[in-house]
């Protein structure tokens, strides 16, 4: 299909002609492009409560969490997150919480992720856009 810009007062020609994409991309206005992943992880806040969760998006700077338990905290937060390609650990600082279907979804941020845990996810989040784009083309 095509989107024809006309003139005004009902002028026929039209302006120019605009071929209409097949799909749409988004641009990300981040420092660390987010990709959706489903990891199991765990998180521990205070060191003292720890809680079961699956990774919902995850960037080298920061990762979002799937959970049962709405446990907003502003305290210290730690996460294991266990991937195929080998186990990220890391503090984290609390953004933000939102409902997500009948669960609840919290954001962080990564306060002190190591050259190793960030080149993982790095290579983890190449991996991810190069699949979506084989899948598209």
Known sequence: TELYLCGRFGM???YFTIKMPTSLDYQQLREFF???VNFDCVYTVEDTDSYDATTYDISEGGVSIITEENTVT???TNILIVTPEGNI???LEFVRSETYEDRFKLVFRFVDLSDANRELISNICQEKQL???MERE
Do not use: Q, T
């Open 89 to 91: 650990r890391s503090h």
């Open 12 to 14: 026929k020609r039209p």
């Open 131 to 133: 699949s979506h784009k």
């Open 34 to 36: 987010r990709v959706l």
């Open 74 to 76: 502003h305290g210290e």
